[in-house]
């Protein structure tokens, strides 16, 4: 069974970075696109980015585009999301889902409906 862990999530100051990982275990995720969802306070989940099975597809949400990279590492069955530049409006509870989608040309999905498989996640608070 697929398991999702996040980390890295911290307190950090405007203008400052942060690197978020989501480790798999269980299965290997070769053939699984990967998205990170964001939750603040008072509002709804929003998607962020999300990654293909392959990592040739990238996508980013307007807020973010810019500032946040997207990418994985087969070998530690791990997927990152690099965070430059924070702002405070970032601040939320970041989740990374995953969805078994093996053909590379598929790409990913930003709809959170197309997640079956989801972490716990991790707090990002930006503030000075």
């Known amino acids: 069974q697929l398991q999702l862990v996040e980390s890295g999530g911290a307190l950090v100051q405007p203008g400052g970075s942060l690197r978020l990982s989501c480790t798999a275990s269980g299965i290997a995720l070769h053939y699984h696109a990967i998205g990170w969802f964001r939750q603040a306070p008072g509002k709804e989940r929003e998607v962020v980015s999300c990654i293909s099975s392959g990592g040739g597809t990238t996508d980013y949400a307007d807020s973010v585009q810019g500032r946040f990279t997207i990418s994985r590492d087969y070998a530690k069955n791990t997927v990152y999301m690099q965070m430059d530049n924070l702002k405070p409006e970032d601040t939320a509870v970041y989740y990374c889902?995953?969805?078994?989608?093996?053909?590379?040309?598929?790409?990913?999905?930003?709809?959170?409906?197309?997640?079956?498989?989801w972490g716990q996640g991790t707090q990002v608070t930006v503030s000075s």
């Open positions: 889902a995953a969805e078994e989608r093996s053909y590379e040309g598929a790409g990913c999905s930003m709809t959170e409906v197309e997640y079956p498989d």
